[in-house]
């Protein structure tokens, strides 16, 4: 045999519809049914999926230059234009050279917590019981504004609201085409005028900042106050606007998720008000609280495990490798994804349960490096993971505190599927205590 087992024939068209109908859930199929190392053919090329996490260190540690990310498409490029996250080889890692000691920076600071935590009480206070139509809505919304002024250093209110709004537009439109974005349909004129709008917000914001020459604590600030880095304005734009985006749905999603798995886990819901009750007595919650409240970070670990944002990852084979014996072609690709692997009994016992208190120092000790992969792995592995645990605490333990969410449906499994914006609503109120 000279490739590892997976569908053959009408079994790939099988297998694209079930991807198509049910997304990460056909993964986890393809991995029970053909193993470690499933190979789907098309035409033009081969795609393996790595579902071993010796075969994952392999691809994003151990001979990580030679897979490459993708470049993304030209309609993702318009908004995102030519950031990090799509870049390989030198220019990437120059790239990384300089940002990541910008994120460092900023977390040194910390202001961003107070940030984080004013705008979610200020939130939670128009709250009495809030409706789960649009409880969803209202937390993508919340974690939007949040990174906009983490980002920008935007007062709380309209010129946050302002500019959240200038990033949905641009964010939806991007999703919405179905046609190529240089066909001037309407959407695509939409998204053109809505890209041309925030470019020259962000762009007026980068002249302001440089000419005011403050520094705040935000991002932006921290961008402009590094003259020697080499940053050109478009690399800031690019780095910023991706950034605000990439912040706003991780965070966003993994808000909902959390939420939607504490309120189908009353002793999950318990325990998490319990501590934030103990340690806080009802003051909001800062940062130096954060290492009295250990409950709160095993709950974001196991959130993330169960439903990760982001669901895979693909990598482009640019020269030939061999994983697990199979010899692998240039031009290839390689799919890893998370979902599958956070539920995978060999590593996760009872996978599918929401469980932090398995999040042990010991249990992470003898976890193997790759079967946990919420952020990725190795050197291109997500600059914003610290900063996103720490905002998803800080968010869970103000809501926690004065709002108990309750499933409406607590007999619809909640583990089996990923999150989709097109879901309408999350089945979940949020009741006040
Ligand atoms: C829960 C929230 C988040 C999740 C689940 C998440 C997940 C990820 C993942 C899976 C990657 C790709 C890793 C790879 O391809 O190897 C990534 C990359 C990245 N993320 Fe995040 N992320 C989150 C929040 C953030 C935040 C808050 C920021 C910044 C403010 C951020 C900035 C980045 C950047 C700059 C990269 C590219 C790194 C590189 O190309 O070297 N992310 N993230």
Redesign the pocket.
Known sequence: MQQPPGPRGLQVFAALDDWRKNGLVALERLAQQYGDIPCVRFPGHRLYMLNHPDYIRRV?IENRDNYL?SEGGRRDRRLFGDS??VRNGEE?RRL?RI?GPI?QHSLMKRDFCNVVVDLTRSMVDRWTTFPSAALMDELMQGALKA?VQ?HFGTRPGAETNELAMLFREADEFRSQGAFPDWIPTAVNRKYRHAVDRLNREVFARITERRALGTIGSD?LSVFVSQPDSGLTDVEIRDSLV??TV??AD??G??LNQTIRQIASTPRVNDALHDEAAKVLEGRPVRYDDLASLPYSEKVVKEA?RLV???GA?VRLAAGEDEIAGWRIRPGSRLLIS?WVMHRDARWFDEPYSFKPERWTEEFECSLPACAYL????????????T??TL??RLMLVTIAQSHRPRATEPNQPVNIRPFSRNDDYLPVVLEAR
């Open positions: 994003l990310r990090m996250q990437a990384r940002i994120f990174s983490i991002l991706s950034t990439a912040a991780g965070i999603i993994a993330l990760p944002p982001s990852m998370s919420p952020f990725g792995r190795g050197p291109r592995t997500c600059l914003g993971a900063m996103a905002i998803l």
